[in-house]
C-alpha cells in the first residue's frame, strides 16, 4: 500500500481492470490537473463570488477523501466498485463540471452586469 497520499491515484489505478489502461488513467488523473488550469479561466479567483464552483470544489474533496479510502482496501468485491463509481465522478468533475460552472458563473455574473 502506498503512502497516504498516493492512495487516490491508487484507487484509480486499481479500479481499471485492464492494466494499460489503469496506467493511462493514473497519468491521465495527474494530467488533468495539470491542464485545469489552463482549460477553466473564471472571471473571479476567489470562490467567495462563485457560489456554483465552490460547492464544486467541496464535492470534489469528498470525492479525493472517498477515492483515498478506497486506496487504503484490499482489492475486493465491493471496493472496487465503489473505486469505479468514484474515478468516473472524478474525471466527469474534472473535465465537465468544472468547466460548465465556470461558463455558468460567467455568464450569470456578465448577465448581471449587462443589466446594471
Known amino acids: 500500500m502506498p503512502e497516504w497520499y498516493f492512495l487516490p491515484f491508487y484507487a484509480i489505478l486499481r479500479s481499471i481492470p485492464n492494466k494499460l489502461l489503469g496506467v493511462v488513467a493514473l497519468l491521465l488523473s495527474i494530467m488533468v490537473l495539470l491542464v485545469l488550469p489552463q482549460i477553466v479561466k473564471p472571471l473571479s479567483r476567489s470562490l467567495d463570488f462563485r457560489p ?9 474533496v469528498m470525492i479525493a477523501l472517498i477515492l483515498g479510502w478506497v486506496g487504503a482496501k484490499p482489492a475486493a468485491y465491493p471496493f472496487i ?24 458563473e460567467a455568464k450569470l455574473w456578465l448577465d448581471f452586469l449587462d443589466k446594471k
Do not use: D, R
Not at 52 to 60: D, L, N, R, T, Y
Open 52 to 60: 456554483f464552483s465552490k460547492a464544486g470544489f467541496w464535492s470534489f
Open 81 to 104: 466498485n465503489v473505486a469505479q463509481m468514484v474515478t468516473f465522478l472524478y474525471f466527469s468533475f474534472l473535465l465537465i463540471l468544472f468547466p460548465f460552472l465556470a461558463w455558468l
